[in-house]
């Protein structure tokens, strides 16, 4: 098996994806999925698509992750390997992904700050006199 390779955004967090066959192993910039995600719901969150699949222990993963931040990388990853997922079998993942959702890329991001405000809708304190 070739590597594939697949890219997944969420806010401003963008994860490029390598998979090729192997035992399991997901490494992120270098290190371990623990050591980058110390938080359990995080590495759920990572481990979705490949326990959705069944596919946890057939494939190496190599990610390299920048931008935002841990919630947003974790996203990001999910979609990327949900992505990668259907590249390699479109057929027997397809379907699966896709009703659970991680084939659809959210496309929430933060407003941005309007000129004369504090923030993207907050305003200035009102005073009559």
Do not use: H
Not at 12 to 29: F, L, P
Not at 42 to 58: D, G, M, Y
Not at 84 to 111: H, M, N, W
């Amino acid at each position: 098996m070739e590597i594939i390779n697949a890219l997944g955004r969420r806010k401003s967090a963008v994860a490029r994806v390598y998979v090729n066959a192997g035992k399991g192993n997901i490494t992120i910039n270098g290190k371990d999925l623990a050591l980058y995600f110390p938080s359990a719901a995080l590495q759920f969150i990572v481990k979705q698509p490949l326990e959705l699949t069944n596919t946890s222990a057939q494939f190496d993963i190599k990610v390299n992750l920048v931008g935002g931040g841990i919630k947003g990388q974790a996203e990001a990853l999910r979609l990327a390997i949900s992505r990668a997922l259907c590249e390699i079998d479109k057929e027997a993942y397809r379907p699966a992904l896709k009703q659970a959702g991680f084939l659809t890329r959210d496309s929430r991001v933060v407003e941005r700050k309007k000129p004369g405000r504090p923030g993207a809708r907050k305003r200035f304190q009102f005073s009559k006199r």
